[in-house]
């Protein structure tokens, strides 16, 4: 089964870069294989969709993450990233890294916009605060 682990998080100053990381392991599959995407949830408010990939490459950012934050994936390494930008203190929140197992969504767009609902495999999360 997929498992999936999330790192990078951290406390950083308004302005400043992260670079979020998610390994996957225990798979037949490599993570091409699924359709992934990062999701964060802020205290006390739903999760969200932050970005996601299709298996064909297409990718999705939502609202205010255009042109902040950068999806990719590295095959040779099995791990999902997330390059995030200009970082602002309502980005806080644990940000998630998920995978579909059994296609659902036709678009990164459509997966994104179910906020994580219909994703199979979850990591445990990595909290990132900006603040300063």
């Known amino acids: 089964q997929l498992q999936l682990m999330e790192s990078g998080g951290g406390l950083v100053q308004p302005g400043a870069s992260l670079r979020l990381s998610c390994a996957a392991s225990?798979?037949?599959?490599?993570?091409?294989?699924?359709?992934v995407g990062w999701f964060r949830q802020a205290p006390g408010k739903e999760r969200e969709g932050v970005s996601c990939?299709?298996?064909?490459?297409?990718?999705n950012y939502e609202d205010s993450k255009v042109g902040r934050f950068i999806i990719s994936r590295d095959s040779a390494k099995n791990t999902l990233y997330l390059q995030m930008n200009n970082l602002k203190p309502e980005d806080t929140a644990v940000y998630y890294c998920?995978?579909?197992?059994?296609?659902?969504?036709?678009?990164?767009?459509?997966?994104?916009?179910?906020?994580?609902?219909?994703?199979?495999?979850w990591g445990n999360g990595t909290l990132v605060t900006v603040s300063s």
């Open positions: 225990g798979s037949g599959f490599g993570l091409d294989y699924y359709a």
């Open positions: 998920a995978a579909e197992g059994s296609p659902r969504f036709p678009t990164a767009q459509a997966m994104c916009a179910a906020r994580g609902h219909g994703m199979d495999y």
């Open positions: 990939m299709t298996r064909g490459g297409s990718t």
